[in-house]
């Protein structure tokens, strides 16, 4: 987990001697979920960027909350979209712990642009759809990391931005200072089971959406470097 702290000296009053301090390091354990289906998963001629859930999205998000409902969460956050607010609320319901949800547009969907949304709204979807991943007509792959769709779309790197500002702030907020991370768990970047927790280290569980899970991830991997994941996808209410 990157340490945000900068490093530390002591002063002793006694012999005016500096006495260096190793930093302590930030942890935490941090939960990424993608909502429950929404429309436009379902429909990918839909262009908006708050739609609902769809039945089957629903579905999925009570049951992701009945699945998580004996794991222990100290701080659970959202999306303001309604399809990740939606989903963070079944887990909320049935927690056994009386939990709040924070929401915050930090966490939202990479922002489309109000060109795409239009191109989207008058049934160009073929249209929108290249405007957003910044393709000519016979080009594919992934978007350009730096492309940013006209009139207020966000590119991939804004996205990891946000990622990163968020990473940054549950650490502050949520993290507890050691020394060292439990050894059983530092040669760890996954934890497979929600039954296998740390004891002691907060749990922070965010429901959010795919590319924004997929850039903090990422960022999380390659901290401080420039190295960047292309392939890594969430499927909906998985984690």
């Not at 249209?127 to 769709?149: I, K, V, W």
Request: glycine share 6%; with cysteine; net charge negative.
């Amino acid at each position: 987990m990157p340490d945000p702290s900068p490093p530390t000296a002591q002063i002793d009053g006694c012999d005016s001697q500096v006495v260096d301090r190793k930093p302590k390091k930030k942890c935490l354990v941090l939960s990424l979920i993608r909502h429950g289906q929404s429309q436009s998963n379902m429909d990918q001629s839909i262009y908006d960027e708050n739609d609902p859930l769809t039945e089957l999205g629903k579905k999925q998000a009570e049951c992701l909350g009945n699945n998580w409902k004996d794991v222990h969460i100290d701080d659970l956050y959202s999306s303001t979209l309604d399809r990740a607010y939606d989903t963070a609320c079944q887990i909320c319901m049935q927690n056994h712990a009386s939990l709040e949800i924070k929401k915050s547009p930090l966490f939202v969907e990479r922002k489309m642009g109000k060109e795409v949304i239009e191109l989207g709204l008058a049934r160009q979807s073929e249209a929108a759809g290249r405007l957003y991943m910044g393709f000519g007509r016979y080009q594919s792959g992934p978007t350009p990391c730096g492309y940013r769709p006209p009139q207020g779309g966000e590119s991939p790197d804004d996205v990891a931005n946000r990622a990163k500002v968020s990473l940054v702030m549950w650490l502050w907020r949520c993290g507890v200072d050691l020394e060292e991370p439990p050894k059983e768990f530092v040669d760890k970047v996954n934890i497979d089971s929600t039954n296998i927790l740390p004891e002691g280290i907060p749990h922070v569980v965010v429901v959010s959406h795919n590319i924004f899970l997929s850039e903090l991830y990422e960022s999380m991997l390659g901290w401080n470097t420039y190295y960047h994941m292309t392939t890594l996808n969430y499927s909906n209410a998985s984690w």
